[in-house]
């Protein structure tokens, strides 16, 4: 369950970042992540939810691994003019206030709402994503089982 509803979340992070930037034809059919190394190593969530995301949205999922969070939002900044990721994971509460002064994010705006994570409000964050920390721990063991 938890899987599924991360898939849907992703995917509609992932959607409207790629429609915002209007994403070359090159590029149709794929979302770009840059992503932490230990999210998307073989002990992370990355390679499920790549395999889950994949298989519902028939979009192919690319994680670029930028080692940490001060990475992935270096790289984002340095690209700003001429973006390759669709979506930033690792930018954490510290880092965050730094992207939006970038100005290297877009306002969240889930497009398919029926399949978007409903069960808590957005943060209060303009530029932030939701908060399902409450729900890490099930993510976790969803996983681990």
């Not at 497009?111 to 530029?127: C, D, I, Q, V, Y």
Request: glycine letters at 8%.
């Amino acid at each position: 369950m938890c899987c599924a509803a991360a898939v849907a979340a992703l995917g509609a992070v992932c959607f409207t970042s790629c429609l915002e930037k209007g994403a070359d034809k090159a590029r149709l059919g794929k979302v770009v992540v840059y992503a932490y190394d230990s999210f998307i190593g073989e002990w992370g969530p990355g390679p499920k939810l790549e395999e889950l995301f994949e298989a519902e949205t028939g979009y192919d999922l690319e994680f670029v691994d930028c080692g940490d969070g001060v990475q992935i939002l270096s790289r984002a900044i340095f690209e700003k003019d001429a973006p390759v990721a669709d979506v930033l994971i690792g930018i954490d509460n510290n880092l965050v206030q730094k992207a939006a002064n970038a100005k290297i994010l877009a306002e969240y705006k889930p497009g398919a709402p029926s399949r978007a994570l409903t069960s808590k409000p957005l943060s209060s964050a303009k530029h932030g994503s939701p908060d399902f920390s409450d729900q890490a721990r099930a993510f976790n063991i969803a996983f681990s089982a």
